[in-house]
């Protein structure tokens, strides 16, 4: 079972099962820039984003010896934890502040990022896991609790949308 078990297995899992094998201190050192990367893309300011990737390994740590999956645990932490993020922004009706790092963007990365932050928060999140975290439907759909239909059709209207605004600059 060794080497085929290790064939038939994603990189994600076997990373993940080296990650649980050294603890959550090798956990943070393997997953923090990339879920940091996550939570920015998905609320567009780094002081949140750091706050919600915190918030989310210190759920990992607490629940540490009952997960099979601290990997998987914790991108489903910073997800939703975004997504709670953008309904609350959504319901105080606050414009979102601009991430710092896009001084660095040129024009057209500009026109892109300013036109996934006009996604409603469902859609921005498909956007993101999609193509920024490059996971598939499925991983999406189980990431965020809906069905494998529900993710395509929610990216072909984020795509439409995109498309639209896009087009129009």
């Not at 939703?80 to 606050?94: I, M, P």
Request: include cysteine; charge should be negative.
């Amino acid at each position: 079972m060794g080497d085929q078990a290790g064939v038939e297995d994603s990189t994600e899992d076997v990373v993940l099962a080296d990650a649980v094998a050294g603890g959550p201190d090798d956990l943070y050192r393997r997953e923090y820039l990339a879920m940091m990367r996550l939570a920015v893309a998905m609320v567009d300011l780094v002081t949140i984003g750091e706050e919600i990737v915190q918030d989310a390994f210190a759920e990992v740590v607490l629940r540490w010896d009952r997960l099979d999956k601290p990997g998987a645990y914790l991108r489903t932490c910073v997800v939703n934890s975004c997504r709670k993020e953008l309904q609350r922004r959504k319901r105080t009706r606050r414009v979102p502040e601009r991430a710092e790092e896009t001084a660095t963007l040129d024009a057209s990365d500009l026109s892109v990022l300013a036109a996934v932050r006009s996604l409603p928060p469902r859609r921005r999140a498909v956007v993101v896991l999609r193509f920024y975290e490059d996971l598939t439907e499925s991983q999406i759909a189980e990431l965020l609790g809906i069905r494998v239909g529900t993710v395509k059709a929610t990216l072909r209207q984020a795509l439409a949308q995109l498309r639209k605004v896009v087009d129009h600059d």
